[in-house]
């Protein structure tokens, strides 16, 4: 039997030998979406990787490995126009992949700046942030391009969870205008977060992001429309989703554990899922579940922070042996996808509590 943390660290060594000589470490393709991407996601990944085995070994090689990858985000590489930073090279869509992309390299350089206590990584990570413009009507902040300039609205909702998340990491840090942001989306998840009637985050709920009551009705009208099997293609990529977004509001649950949507009917109702059989089922069938995302560390974690613990083996057992090669010792080398993605995805150990499974 393994642990949680064992896992990790075996990961991590494994990858001390990937490490491109920028200090960047190899890019994947965003699994099932296959956006070619820069060294930026997945060296943020390995950074918290990297810093977390050092704080569990002491061994240098990784402190040093985490210096190098920290250099790499910090550079004109990773940030070439001193704006948000360069995710991904897809022409036809934003180079900063949204939200979601800025979000993963925050919570990074966040976990290095308690580390290193470096004023210019916190600076950095407060930057990026708050040049991303909040409409407190829409409970939302728009994507900012590479170059500065905005975009619209990100519309998918994990994305704006996880940009809230990384905020919430940073207002720990005496930041009163990305504070004020972070709990005005956070107050009014109860209405914007919406889920299937058995507790499943919808991963582009109805009406999301429209002001106008006569563009809500239409929206919920053609989703009403869509042919069965869309709709359920929809339905299981927000199963594979579901345990992402938990792992966000458990981010957010440890900075704010009295936050009232934590003590709602909808809350519980995402909680209860989880150990349904029916889900266990579907989320084996989402393509965007043990194929992408890691489920087994996302509800391990979500069932850390929010419930009883019964169903976390499950998740976990199913992940490794879909992930973990005892050969190489390494988390996501098995992935079918994108296995340097997959690979470094092992970081979202670092929250957990370690477990024996």
Same mark, same amino acid.
Do not use: C
């Given at each position: 039997?393994? !642990?949680? =943390? $064992?896992?990790?660290?075996?990961?991590?060594? /494994?990858?001390?030998?990937?490490?491109? /000589? !920028?200090?960047?470490?190899?890019?994947?393709? !965003?699994?099932? @979406? =296959?956006?070619?991407?820069?060294?930026?996601? =997945?060296?943020?990944?390995?950074?918290?990787?990297?810093?977390?085995? @050092?704080?569990?070994?002491?061994?240098?090689?990784?402190? $040093?490995?985490?210096?190098?990858?920290?250099?790499?985000l910090l550079s004109e590489d990773a940030r070439p126009m001193n704006a948000t930073f360069w995710h991904r090279k897809n022409p036809k869509k934003d180079f900063s992949n949204g939200l979601m992309g800025q979000a993963w390299t925050i919570e990074a350089l966040e976990y290095a700046y308690q580390f290193f206590q470096e004023e210019k990584i916190l600076n950095v990570a407060k930057s990026v942030f708050q040049i991303h413009p909040y409409d407190s009507g829409l409970k939302a902040w728009k994507t900012v391009n590479v170059d500065g300039s905005i975009r619209g609205f990100d519309p998918t909702f994990n994305h704006q969870l996880w940009f809230a998340a990384s905020g919430c990491l940073l207002s720990r840090h005496g930041d009163e205008s990305?504070? !004020?942001?972070?709990d005005d989306f956070l107050s009014a998840l109860p209405v914007t977060m919406k889920t299937y009637s058995n507790g499943v985050i919808m991963h582009h709920p109805t009406g999301y992001l429209l002001k106008n009551k006569k563009e809500r009705i239409i929206s919920a009208y053609k989703f009403l429309r869509l042919p069965k099997k869309q709709k359920k293609y929809t339905y299981l990529k927000s199963v594979g989703y579901h345990g992402f977004n938990l792992y966000a509001l458990g981010i957010i649950h440890k900075i704010i554990p009295n936050l009232p949507i934590f003590n709602t009917k909808l809350f519980k109702s995402t909680i209860d899922i989880i150990n349904s059989d029916g889900f266990k089922k579907e989320i084996q069938e989402s393509p965007y579940s043990f194929n992408y995302n890691p489920p087994g560390f996302e509800l391990a974690f979500a069932l850390q922070q929010f419930g009883e613990e019964s169903s976390v083996n499950f998740f976990l057992k199913e992940d490794f042996k879909r992930s973990y090669s005892e050969k190489k010792q390494q988390w996501g080398i098995k992935n079918p996808i994108d296995i340097q993605t997959a690979s470094a995805r092992v970081y979202e150990i670092y929250q957990l509590e370690n477990i024996q499974f």
């Open positions: 039997m393994l !642990n949680t =943390n $064992e896992v990790l660290v075996r990961s991590t060594e /494994s990858a001390l030998d990937l490490q491109l /000589s !920028n200090g960047g470490m190899p890019p994947g393709h !965003n699994g099932p @979406y =296959n956006d070619e991407e820069t060294p930026v996601r =997945n060296t943020s990944h390995w950074l918290i990787s990297f810093l977390r085995t @050092y704080e569990l070994t002491g061994e240098k090689k990784f402190k $040093e490995a985490a210096e190098k990858s920290l250099a790499y990305i504070k !004020n942001s972070v």
